[in-house]
């Protein structure tokens, strides 16, 4: 598995924050923003767009750095609290929980009247650059587009962009053709009355073109933009070092293939026609809007077409989750098998274990790669919600403590993300009182019926209430979207305390993952995957309703369990699945570890 980089030293550190405050100087700037992002505003980034990594050491998924004249500041969120104080020094940066204390309250106190803040349109969604602009107004202050972005003018030993070659996805796989999908998407765009969209986010492309790439770590995309028309053409702009002559039959004459900086004057022609054209200010980047309102083009500002057909996975999609699950599965009950009979002896680190996991789903020969960075917790460690194991962190799986892991894996049928979390010898009575509660309300989400319309934000509290009936809760949200061998996080739904508007809705895959985390002490986690479905109609019944399928296919720690805590119909659910996972999986393990299965899965009444 990848592990995390060493932080520069304090030294380092200081050196790069001081070359850039003297580029900014150049520029007659005040101040630069530097989020944690790229130029298609993905979860995961090539290693040369990490530049807030390379200027603060913090490796988190998500974060942003605000550097002044003599001030710094890091916005980070809930996930992270611990870790930027283990990463980044703290008389260089002021720590601000980007909740209690966002960007625009900072800067009202920080920027002088007259301060003109940059800020690379590149990297900032437009609703993003909009909300920048809008704290600087109230600051007296001014946001300056920047020509070039003016950390890379530093960065002596940046990264060159990746060339990872583009791969045709499998319709075996993909379930529906490239062709079918243009045309779906033209159809749409025609009935909204626009002449072509603008695609920044590599998932959506992806997708619609039925192709897969190697560009970033634990998603297989392509980095690429396109231009989506009503006639159903697309046009790609990608570099050519990605385009074989197998992409390109792939591909077919509808499809144009160009070099990404073409992409300008791709949006000027489009403005010459006075087309009307669709682009998402929540995804794309401001200077696509920027560009479109130079060219005279009529902005349409709407979400991201493919966004929800990509989300409601076709049979051949959900077919091939399912037997990726399964496989999946199989891994994984033989790793917890192995920490069963090895940790108790204290031979078993962190990142022991994270590395015999992996090892153990590469056995089937269709892992293309994790779907992200192993959390491998134990003890205090399992309390830091996105931990991610280094050989600073790693310490010795301990007797009496709990382990959590959070894992996944790429294949070409499907994308898992599965959590479990596991008494290392006997787990003491607020450990089980803790857990249970987390199961209760797993339970009580995946055991859920809805009517259509439903929102995962409505659903969310179900998870919940067992925990705030108890005063406790956890910070980070209950469920997120899962692709098809994409995205791990994948929108438009998920189930939080976040307004969200999407109703969920037959072959949506999300995660089911409430948790429970003392710090110093021990995390939980119970997480499977589950897929939105048609449920039977309920006699009497005037709406249409929906459910969820439980897709990963695990033991959950019966040690863990206080049956006293769970009433009649949670214990059936919890035997139901049980025996579905023993079933399933014991032809796929070996007789050691189908042993353990079946104690692992016994009824709760045994």
């Known amino acids: ?34 989020p944690r992002a790229d130029e298609h505003q993905g979860e995961y980034v090539p290693p040369s767009a990490e530049r807030l990594a390379w200027l603060t050491g913090f490796d988190g998924s998500a ?22 104080r283990d990463q980044v020094d703290g008389e260089l940066f002021e720590f601000c929980h980007i909740a209690d204390e966002p960007p625009a309250t900072w800067l009202a106190g920080a920027l002088g009247q007259g301060a003109r803040l940059g800020y690379d349109p590149w990297l ?6 909009t909300r920048l602009a809008e704290a600087c107004e109230k600051a007296g202050a001014t946001l300056v587009p920047t020509d070039g972005n003016p950390l890379d003018a530093v960065w002596a030993d940046r990264p060159a962009p990746p060339t990872a070659p583009a791969r045709p996805h499998d319709l075996e796989f993909a379930g529906k053709a490239s062709e079918e999908k243009r045309a779906e998407i033209a159809e749409a765009l025609k009935k909204s009355r626009v002449d072509a969209a603008i695609l920044t986010l590599p998932e959506s492309i992806a997708w619609l073109l039925n192709i897969r790439g190697g560009d970033v770590p634990r998603t297989p995309l392509v980095l690429a933009f396109a231009v989506v ?39 000027d022609d489009l403005g010459a026609a006075e087309a009307k054209v669709l682009a998402d200010p929540a995804t794309a980047a401001d200077w696509v809007f920027k560009r479109l309102a130079d060219a005279g083009a009529t902005i349409v500002r709407g979400a991201d077409p493919c966004l929800l057909p990509k989300a409601l996975k076709n049979p051949a999609e959900l077919d091939g989750a399912r037997r990726a699950h399964v496989r999946d599965g199989a891994a994984l009950t033989r790793f917890l098998a192995w920490i069963a009979r090895e940790a108790a002896n204290g031979g078993v680190s962190e990142m ?19 779907s992200f960075d192993t959390i491998s917790g134990s003890g205090p460690n399992g309390a830091i919600v996105h931990y991610r194991v280094s050989e600073a962190t790693d310490r010795t799986l301990g007797t009496g403590e709990l382990y959590l892991v959070d894992s ?7 994308t898992t993300d599965v959590t479990r979390t596991v008494a290392i010898g006997e787990p003491t009575a607020e450990m089980r009182d803790r857990f249970t509660r987390v199961l209760k309300g797993h339970i009580a989400l995946a055991t859920v019926t809805f009517p259509k319309g439903t929102s995962g934000s409505q659903l969310d509290a179900l998870a919940r209430r067992p925990l705030w009936e108890a005063g406790l809760d956890f910070d980070h949200g209950t469920g997120h979207g899962v692709g098809s061998y994409l995205s791990v996080h994948e929108g438009p739904q998920r189930i939080s305390k976040l307004p969200n508007t999407v109703g969920l809705a037959p072959g949506m895959i999300c995660s089911n993952e409430p948790g429970y985390y003392k710090t110093g002490a021990f995390g939980i986690r119970i997480e499977n995957l589950v897929a939105v479905r048609a449920e039977k109609t309920v006699d009497g019944g005037e709406r249409e309703m929906f459910g969820f399928e439980t897709l990963t296919l695990a033991p959950i720690d019966r040690a863990l369990v206080d049956t006293a805590l769970l009433d009649a119909q949670e214990i059936a659910w919890l035997d139901a699945y049980h025996a579905r ?26």
């Open 63 to 84: 974060g942003l750095a605000i550097v002044l004249k003599d001030r710094a500041a890091l916005f980070i969120d809930g996930r992270y609290t611990l870790q930027v």
């Open 1 to 34: 598995m990848n592990r995390p980089l060493k932080p520069p030293s304090k030294e380092a550190m200081a050196t790069r924050i001081a070359a850039l405050r003297d580029e900014l100087g150049r520029r007659t700037l005040d101040g630069f923003v530097v």
């Open 408 to 414: 996944g894996a790429q294949y070409p049928d499907g």
């Open 352 to 370: 022991a274990a994270a590395d015999k996991l992996e090892a153990l789903r590469r056995e089937s020969n269709l892992l293309r790669d994790l």
């Open 229 to 267: 028309r009503a006639d159903g053409t697309v046009a790609l702009f990608i570099d050519a070092a990605k385009v074989d002559a197998a992409l390109r039959k792939h591909l077919g004459d509808e499809v144009t293939i160009a070099a990404p900086d073409a992409l300008g004057e791709a949006i």
């Open 581 to 606: 996972v023993r079933e399933t999986l014991t032809p796929l393990v070996d007789a050691e570890t189908a042993e353990w299965l079946a104690q692992a899965t016994a009824p709760l009444a045994d």
């Open 124 to 129: 900032h969604t437009e609703d993003a650059a």
